[in-house]
Structure formats: structure tokens, C-alpha cells
């Protein structure tokens, strides 16, 4: 008898000594393995087998056993096929956050009469089977406390009796809470390396200040953070070596999701990443000096072309990198305030006789667009964007207005080292001041309670 799931082997015992015991084995022909198991030891001459995999083909073959004596030999094989299909996989799962935890969503797959739901922690790949099959295509689920701030995998098999399909692509959802961070990377370029509050550097290649903002969050949120930050960083300095990566200053430990994956390998618990990148993919250097020196508001479709384009490619090829190599991290991408003042007349000597009030109101515009296509890259990534917040703490905060927390043009650095030579115009110009960095650090700091405060769906 065969059915879909189960089959029943029936046989004839051999005349001469009493049989005492007949042994079942088989093997599932879709294995690689040729190796028989024992599938039933029995007394009597029929057997049914169940569990079979719809639609695999299966060999038996059966050995006797008489009075005193071993197993014999294994007689002739038989090949059996368990009748249905495999139900095919299930597609477009999704989550919806409700409360603490979240709803699981999935559309019905051909060939499936239920379908199980697994949960499995990201960091350590551990699976938990989340309630019975059921005919249901929705499940909630809140994680257990010991899951607090993780993120979770959550995927769906779809069942038709013993046949099983392969897993769904997960959804990624992270529990509420804070997991207690085991290491915190501070990524990116000058903006998140504290350049602006000026000499002497901790760092003095990457003008690596410990004041920087990531230094300033409380340590009952998070761990003293690994500086990796460098004044100058682009998106290739943040990537992978031999995967678009270059690493930006030599003898360093490469490049910057390098280092960090070095550091995930020897430190695997729960992690934190933050880091601002992609002004110096868009030129914000060149383009204020031309600002300064001409009139740079003849490059405002080049400049915006730019933004929108090769910016934004690197963006999401970057982002995707840090997913790759953190996938269990919580990681908050900063975005940029707006540089300047846009009053009339600004209050410094530099920019009221070199910068015009539309040069600086494209400037800002820039930087906005910028912050546009970070926030854009980072979602699409399941990255956290911090954009709209740094704009809106800075606003009124600009280079040359009354209370300015980005600085102006500096000529020389206070400061600086004797036997350096001291750079023209000064490193810290027109990046957050140390005001500025506490700003930074307070905005990231409500972004991440509130960020851990909610059900997160990526």
C-alpha cells in the first residue's frame, strides 16, 4: 500500500528455522548518502513506514534473523515513491510590528495544507519552531525577554503532510529592548571623527579627536566605543577590501568594515555601528573651496547629477556591505546639518566677503541632498537613518550665525603639535565644534532609545 506520506511492506519468511525478527532497512534515493539506516526491527511480516517525503523515491530491503543466530544477508530491494509533490516554496513573507512583538505574513503556497514558523536569533543562528502547523497564514509573536534588542529571522516552511519545502527568505525583525552591547564601532569620515573640535588629535592622520560625538553617549547605553572614524573617509575607505574597499591610510588593518569584522569575529555579542558618510563622495571639500575662490552656483545640476547618481550607487553599495558583515548589529547611519547661516549677512568677516547668501543657500542644499540619499540607501539596507534629526537640531546652528555649532574657516589649528606643520586652512573648519559634538551625541543618543524603544522590521 502506498500513499502519500506512508507505505506498507508486506513479505514472505523464509521456510527452515523459525524467523524471530525481521529487520526494515531503506535508504531516500535523493540522498547523496548510499548508506541503508534501520528503519523497524519486527516479529511479524508487514511493516508501515511513515513520514515519507511526497514525491522522493525510497529502496527497502529486509534481513532475518533465526533462533541464535545474527541478521542474515539482505535479500532483494524494492523502490517505492511516495505519491504528491513537494508544496512549493513559500514567497513574500512579511512583518508588521504589534505591541512588543509582530505579526508574521505570508501569501498561500501551491501544493501546502499548513505551514510552520520558525524564529531564529541572528547572532547565534539558534532555531526555535514558534507554535504548531497550522492552515493559518498569519502568526503573532513576541520574543522572550532573553531576546530583548536582538534581531530575529523569521521564516516559514511550507508542510503537506511529511513533505516539506525548503524555508522561506526571512524577515528580519528586532525585539524592543537594549541587548546590552558586547562593542560599539565608530565608523566614517570627519564629521563622525570629532575633526571639528580641533588640535592636538588622538589620531593625527585621521585628525581623530576622543571627543567625538560617539565618545559622548552615555556608557549605560553603550560600551567605549572602537574608533575607527577618519577625517577624509569615503564610501570605498568604509567597504571591504577586494570588494570595492580601499583602505584609506596604510597599516591600519585595512579598511574600516575590515576592522570591523575583525572585531565581530573576536567579540560575536550584540553590537552597535554609527558612522556619517558620503560627503566627500559628493565633493563637499572641492565644491566649498570653489565656493570661495568663484561662484559655484554654475554647478548646481552637476553637483545635484552627481548626489543623485554616482553618490547614491555608492551608498547602497556600501550599506549593503555593512549588512553583510554585521547582520546582527544595530547600526545608525548619521546624515549632515546644514553648513551655514543663510542670513544676509553672516556673522563672519570670511564669508560676508567670499560667500554669497545663494552660494550659501546651495550649499545647504547639497547637504540636504545628501541626507536624502544616506536616508534612502540606509533603509533599502535595513540600516537606521539619522538624518532628519541632525537637521533639525543644527537648524539656526550654521557656520557664521550667532550661535554656530559648525565652525568657520580657520587658518591654523590651535593646537597643533610642535614639528607638524600645521594645515592651511585649519582641519576643524567647517565641521561640528564641540558644542556641535554634543549636539551630534545627543541626537544619537534620543535616536537610539527611541529606535530600541520599538519593534524594528527590515
Known amino acids: 500500500m502506498n500513499t502519500p506520506h506512508a507505505v506498507q511492506l508486506t513479505w514472505m519468511r523464509p521456510a527452515g528455522k523459525g524467523v524471530t525478527a525481521t529487520r526494515v532497512e531503506g535508504r531516500d534515493l535523493a540522498s547523496k548518502s548510499r548508506r541503508y539506516r534501520t528503519v523497524a526491527t519486527v516479529r511479524t511480516n508487514t511493516v508501515k513506514i511513515k513520514g515519507l517525503k511526497a514525491g522522493h523515491r525510497y529502496r527497502y530491503r529486509i534481513r532475518f534473523r533465526t533462533t541464535g543466530r545474527a541478521f542474515g544477508a539482505p535479500g532483494p530491494t524494492v523502490i517505492v515513491r511516495a505519491l504528491g509533490k513537494i508544496p512549493a516554496v513559500v514567497t513574500g513573507v512579511g512583518a508588521t510590528p504589534a505591541g512588543d512583538g509582530a505579526t508574521i505574513q505570508w501569501p498561500a503556497s501551491k501544493g501546502a495544507t499548513r505551514y510552520r514558523v520558525e524564529r531564529v536569533d541572528v547572532l547565534s543562528g539558534d532555531v526555535e519552531r514558534i507554535g504548531r502547523p497550522s492552515t493559518a497564514r498569519t502568526l503573532a509573536d513576541t520574543a522572550p525577554a532573553r531576546l530583548a534588542g536582538r534581531w530575529l529571522r523569521y521564516r516559514?516552511?511550507?508542510?503537506?503532510?511529511?513533505?516539506?519545502?525548503?524555508?522561506?527568505?526571512?524577515?528580519?525583525?528586532?525585539?524592543?529592548?537594549?541587548?546590552?552591547?558586547?562593542?560599539?564601532?565608530?565608523l566614517g569620515d570627519s564629521y563622525s571623527a570629532g575633526t571639528g573640535v580641533g588640535q592636538p588629535y588622538d589620531d593625527q592622520p585621521c585628525a581623530r579627536s576622543g571627543r567625538m560625538w560617539a565618545n559622548l553617549i552615555p556608557r549605560?547605553?553603550?560600551?567605549?566605543?572602537?574608533?575607527?572614524?577618519?577625517?577624509?573617509?569615503?564610501?570605498?575607505?568604509?567597504?571591504?577590501?577586494?570588494d570595492g574597499g580601499v583602505a584609506q591610510i596604510p597599516d591600519i588593518g585595512?579598511?574600516?568594515?575590515?576592522?570591523?569584522?575583525?572585531?565581530?569575529r573576536a567579540m560575536p555579542g550584540p553590537a552597535l555601528v554609527t558612522?556619517?558618510?558620503?560627503?566627500?563622495?559628493?565633493?563637499?571639500?572641492?565644491?566649498?573651496?570653489r565656493c570661495v575662490t568663484g561662484d559655484c552656483t554654475k554647478?548646481?545640476?552637476?553637483?545635484?547629477?552627481?548626489?543623485?547618481?554616482?553618490?547614491?550607487?555608492?551608498?547602497?553599495?556600501?550599506?549593503?556591505?555593512v549588512r553583510q558583515v554585521a547582520p546582527g548589529a544595530d547600526v545608525l547611519v548619521a546624515g549632515y546639518p546644514k553648513l551655514f547661516t543663510e542670513a544676509a549677512v553672516p556673522l563672519d568677516a570670511v564669508f560676508a566677503t567670499t560667500l554669497t547668501q545663494a552660494e550659501r543657500k546651495l550649499a545647504n542644499v547639497w547637504a540636504t541632498q545628501v541626507d536624502e540619499e544616506v536616508a534612502a540607501a540606509a533603509r533599502a539596507a535595513g540600516?537606521?537613518?539619522?538624518?532628519?534629526?541632525?537637521?533639525?537640531?543644527?537648524?539656526?546652528?550654521?557656520?557664521?550665525?550667532?550661535?554656530?555649532?559648525?565652525?568657520?574657516?580657520?587658518?591654523?589649528d590651535p593646537g597643533t603639535p610642535i614639528g607638524l606643520a600645521p594645515t592651511l586652512p585649519a582641519t576643524a573648519s567647517i565641521h561640528p565644534?564641540?558644542?556641535?559634538?554634543?549636539?551630534?551625541?545627543?541626537?544619537?543618543?534620543?535616536?537610539?532609545?527611541?529606535?530600541?524603544?520599538?519593534?524594528?522590521?527590515r
Open 275 to 289: 558612522f556619517s558618510i558620503g560627503g566627500n563622495d559628493a565633493r563637499f571639500v572641492p565644491q566649498f573651496t
Open 220 to 242: 549605560d547605553l553603550v560600551p567605549v566605543p572602537q574608533f575607527i572614524a577618519c577625517s577624509g573617509a569615503k564610501t570605498e575607505n568604509v567597504r571591504l577590501s577586494g
Open 383 to 412: 540600516l537606521h537613518p539619522v538624518t532628519t534629526e541632525v537637521l533639525a537640531a543644527f537648524e539656526g546652528h550654521g557656520a557664521g550665525s550667532a550661535a554656530p555649532w559648525i565652525n568657520t574657516v580657520q587658518l591654523v
Open 433 to 457: 565644534n564641540v558644542p556641535g559634538n554634543q549636539a551630534y551625541a545627543d541626537v544619537m543618543t534620543a535616536a537610539l532609545r527611541a529606535y530600541a524603544s520599538k519593534v524594528q522590521v
Open 254 to 264: 585595512g579598511t574600516q568594515l575590515d576592522r570591523v569584522r575583525v572585531g565581530l
Open 299 to 321: 554647478d548646481a545640476e552637476t553637483e545635484t547629477a552627481l548626489i543623485r547618481g554616482e553618490v547614491r550607487r555608492n551608498l547602497d553599495a556600501t550599506f549593503a556591505q
Open 156 to 186: 516559514v516552511v511550507a508542510m503537506d503532510g511529511g513533505a516539506e519545502a525548503r524555508p522561506s527568505v526571512p524577515v528580519e525583525v528586532r525585539a524592543p529592548g537594549m541587548p546590552g552591547y558586547a562593542a560599539y564601532y565608530a
